[in-house]
Every structure is written in structure tokens, then in C-alpha cells.
């Protein structure tokens, strides 16, 4: 596609729920990141894929948190019994690197899964 | 419509130089400004948070600074070393710090050689 699509875009979800965030990445792009902004904070690094292995989960908060990418373009970010801490806006973004010591294009952000846990 | 601009798009510079990234933004209203690092295969990693009443902010080797007034960043590196090199994003919040109110620049990629 044009651009990083991102769905829902909005998901209020009950806590101890469940929930499936989607990533479609731009078409060619091998690297994907998941990040999570919460309220006043900065960006935070979850996870990065390269195709379809995942070199980097260094920053998923805890095993609730999982992620997988097919075929190496969509990509999904579960949230096992979800907590109130866990709302945030989820952001995901792709790019042309394609690993250690090389230099990719410029990161294609998405617009984000606003996450909110009642 | 909010735009962050970056330049250059990469650079490479002999270890031990120093150089300075350049950030231009069009968001409106104007909340924070910051400057993320990221290192090819991780994640960003914050280097300096500004707000609209700070001109000047320095991290170790890391000095940002902000003119309000015409919209620019820059973020100054000195005495490089080979670990700088990495990606360096420049985010223009407009106020909540949600994903949809956040404007992020292209970035550039810095590259150091010894």
C-alpha cells in the first residue's frame, strides 16, 4: 500500500479482554517496529521484525504481550488480559533497513491503535 | 497540514567531527519537540524533550536547540564517536502525546568512520 495502515483505530476494550492489533506495512518494506506511546511519556520501543523473525522483543512490558508477522508484511500485536496500564496509543512503523550496519530509507509511521482499557 | 522536515537525509562524517541535524515543522500548536535515536534494528531511544519556552538543551555530546519563532530544531554533535552512528528522528507534538497528535520527521542517518 501507499502508506502504513494501522487497525482498529480506536478500541476500547474491558480489562482482562483480549485484543488483536494490525500493522500492513508498506509493500517491500522487511523491517516492521512496534512502539507504544503512552500518556506524557516518550516513544517506547515493543518489538522489531525483519521479514518475518523477530531479532529484537527486548521491549515487550510482559508475556501478555506477543507479536507475529506472516509472510513478511502483516503483522499482528496481541494483548493477552488486558490491564489499565496498558492503554496507550500503539504505533507501528516500517522501513526499508534491512539489518545490522546498513541504511535504509527514512520509518513510515502509522497513525496509531488508541488503545483504552475500562 | 502539520509536516516535520529533516536534512539531510544521511550524512557521514570521519569519527571524531562534529556535525548538526537539521529539523523544520509546521505543527500547530506547538507542545514539545523532541529528538529520538535509533540504532539500525532497535528501537528509539529519547535524547532530548523541548518545550516551546526552552532554546537549549544538551545531553553529553548532544546539544538541541529551538527557535519558536521559526519553527526550526537542530541538534548538534560533537567530537563524534562510532557509536553515533544511527538514525536520529526529530517528533512535533501539538499537545495530547497521542499517536494521531505526533508528527514525525523522516529522520536521518548518520553514519561515522573511523
Known amino acids: 500500500g501507499a502508506g502504513v495502515s494501522q487497525s482498529p483505530s480506536n478500541k476500547v476494550t474491558e480489562k482482562g479482554k483480549d485484543v488483536e492489533l494490525r500493522c500492513d506495512p508498506i509493500?517491500?518494506?522487511?523491517?516492521l517496529y512496534w512502539y507504544r506511546q503512552s500518556l506524557g511519556q516518550g516513544l517506547e520501543f515493543l518489538i522489531y521484525?525483519?521479514?518475518?523473525?523477530?531479532?529484537?522483543k527486548s521491549g515487550l512490558p510482559s508475556d501478555r504481550f506477543s507479536a507475529e508477522r506472516t509472510g513478511g508484511s502483516v503483522s499482528t500485536l496481541t494483548i493477552q488480559r488486558t490491564q489499565q496500564e496498558d492503554s496507550a496509543v500503539y504505533l507501528c512503523?516500517?522501513?526499508?533497513?534491512?539489518?545490522?550496519?546498513?541504511f535504509g530509507y527514512g520509518y513510515t509511521f502509522g497513525s496509531g491503535t488508541r488503545l483504552t482499557v475500562v | 497540514k502539520n509536516q516535520v522536515e529533516q536534512s539531510p537525509q544521511s550524512l557521514i562524517i570521519l569519527e571524531g567531527k562534529n556535525c548538526t541535524l537539521q529539523?523544520?515543522?509546521?505543527?500547530?500548536?506547538?507542545?514539545?519537540l523532541r529528538w529520538y535515536k535509533q540504532d539500525t534494528g532497535r528501537g528509539p531511544v529519547s535524547l532530548t524533550i523541548?518545550?516551546?519556552?526552552?532554546n537549549t538543551k544538551s545531553n553529553g555530546r548532544y546539544t538541541a536547540t529551538l527557535d519558536a519563532d521559526t519553527k526550526q530544531s537542530s541538534l548538534h554533535i560533537t567530537a563524534s564517536q562510532l557509536s553515533d552512528s544511527a538514525s536520529y528522528i526529530c517528533?512535533?507534538?501539538?499537545?495530547?502525546?497521542?499517536?494521531?497528535?505526533?508528527?514525525f520527521g523522516g529522520g536521518t542517518r548518520l553514519m561515522v568512520k573511523p
Open positions: 529539523c523544520n515543522y509546521t505543527v500547530s500548536p506547538f507542545s514539545n
Open positions: 509493500s517491500g518494506h522487511t523491517a
Open positions: 523541548m518545550t516551546f519556552s526552552e
Open positions: 517528533v512535533v507534538s501539538n499537545g495530547s502525546n497521542a499517536g494521531n497528535m505526533l508528527t
Open positions: 521484525f525483519q521479514g518475518n523473525s523477530a531479532p529484537d
Open positions: 512503523a516500517s522501513s526499508l533497513v534491512s539489518g545490522q550496519g546498513s
